[in-house]
């Protein structure tokens, strides 16, 4: 069932699954911008929630408060169920490493290689011989569908769909539980974010990972996301299905599922979810 503006999610929704990411009552503000208001949110073991908005309306900033790398003025945020400012240092270190996170454009350090960037992880948490780190590293290009010459190869030589493979081995580097994406096939070309999508459903079934992403791309939500929230008025405005979007009764969220790049992927004459045979699980 879909939540709304009003209707936030509350502690017993989904009852009976287990929450990996919980945020209750966040309010992020920049001086006297407030971006997000008393925002709620749950994120459920094993799924893929796509998260979109409006461009501005605080989709990266919510993700980076979650990532602690902006504060937020109050509100509680629980991750694998533990809040980190209720942990020591040596605690949080361990609860970081049960996370990955693949930035926008990969973030990839221009004079590292692709094995060295997907080492950064490896030495900053771990205390592994050099040869195991490179076995590792090679798994990790294998795992994301990188040829094995990509390890010496350095970012300014790879292609844009290979960057985002390349920053995705670096999110996997040490075995996550729950992995944030911010736009992750965002400058790809239509075959190559399709084949990033089903990349990233094929680690989800395979790992059992819980991804968050952060996405404007239509065709990710459509295919691969099994639950989406809509930020708005500075709040989620509604979490549910592709159906719950469908029937949600709100300008901006009908032009984005019903607009004009949406009718190739939803039938317009009644509104029902295009199946090609993935997703909507």
Same mark, same amino acid.
């Given at each position: 069932?879909?939540?709304?503006?009003?209707?936030?999610?509350?502690?017993?929704?989904?009852?009976?699954?287990?929450?990996? $990411?919980?945020?209750?009552?966040?309010?992020?503000?920049?001086?006297?911008?407030?971006?997000?208001?008393?925002?709620? !949110?749950?994120? #459920?073991?094993?799924?893929? !929630?796509?998260?979109?908005?409006?461009?501005?309306?605080?989709?990266?900033?919510?993700?980076?408060?979650?990532?602690?790398?902006?504060?937020?003025?109050?509100?509680?945020?629980?991750?694998?169920?533990?809040?980190?400012?209720?942990?020591?240092?040596?605690?949080?270190?361990?609860?970081?490493?049960?996370?990955?996170? !693949?930035?926008?454009?990969?973030?990839?350090?221009?004079?590292?290689?692709? &094995?060295?960037?997907?080492?950064?992880?490896?030495?900053? #948490?771990?205390?592994?011989?050099?040869?195991?780190?490179? +076995?590792?590293? @090679?798994?990790?290009?294998?795992?994301?569908?990188?040829?094995?010459?990509?390890?010496?190869?350095?970012?300014? +030589?790879?292609?844009?769909?290979?960057?985002?493979?390349?920053?995705?081995?670096?999110?996997?580097?040490?075995?996550?539980?729950?992995?944030?994406?911010?736009?992750?096939?965002?400058?790809?070309?239509?075959?190559?974010?399709?084949?990033?999508?089903? $990349?990233?459903?094929?680690?989800?079934?395979?790992?059992?990972?819980?991804?968050?992403?952060?996405?404007?791309?239509?065709?990710?939500?459509?295919?691969?996301?099994?639950?989406?929230?809509?930020?708005? &008025? &500075?709040?989620?405005?509604? +979490?549910?299905?592709?159906?719950?979007? !469908?029937? #949600?009764?709100?300008?901006?969220?009908?032009?984005?599922?019903?607009?004009?790049?949406?009718?190739?992927?939803?039938?317009?004459?009644?509104?029902?979810? @295009?199946?090609?045979?993935?997703?909507? &699980?």
């Amino acid at each position: 069932m879909a939540g709304s503006v009003d209707e936030q999610p509350i502690e017993n929704e989904g009852q009976g699954r287990d929450v990996v $990411l919980s945020a209750r009552d966040v309010t992020v503000a920049f001086g006297s911008k407030v971006v997000l208001d008393r925002l709620n !949110l749950d994120i #459920y073991r094993g799924e893929i !929630l796509g998260f979109v908005g409006a461009s501005g309306t605080g989709k990266s900033v919510l993700m980076r408060t979650v990532l602690r790398l902006l504060p937020r003025r109050s509100g509680t945020i629980k991750i694998l169920g533990q809040d980190f400012d209720e942990l020591n240092e040596p605690q949080r270190n361990a609860l970081d490493m049960r996370l990955g996170v !693949l930035f926008q454009q990969g973030a990839l350090f221009s004079s590292l290689t692709v &094995k060295e960037n997907i080492q950064v992880p490896m030495r900053e #948490y771990l205390d592994l011989p050099h040869s195991l780190m490179d +076995e590792l590293a @090679h798994l990790k290009i294998r795992m994301v569908g990188l040829a094995a010459d990509a390890a010496d190869k350095y970012p300014s +030589e790879l292609s844009g769909g290979m960057i985002k493979r390349a920053a995705l081995a670096r999110a996997l580097a040490l075995d996550p539980e729950l992995v944030f994406l911010d736009e992750p096939t965002s400058g790809l070309d239509p075959i190559g974010a399709a084949e990033f999508d089903e $990349l990233i459903a094929n680690l989800r079934d395979s790992l059992g990972l819980t991804v968050y992403m952060v996405t404007h791309d239509l065709d990710s939500l459509f295919s691969v996301c099994d639950r989406i929230a809509v930020l708005g &008025k &500075k709040r989620v405005m509604v +979490e549910g299905t592709i159906d719950d979007m !469908l029937a #949600y009764d709100d300008p901006w969220v009908q032009a984005y599922f019903r607009g004009k790049r949406a009718r190739s992927i939803v039938p317009q004459d009644n509104g029902a979810r @295009h199946d090609n045979g993935s997703g909507g &699980k």
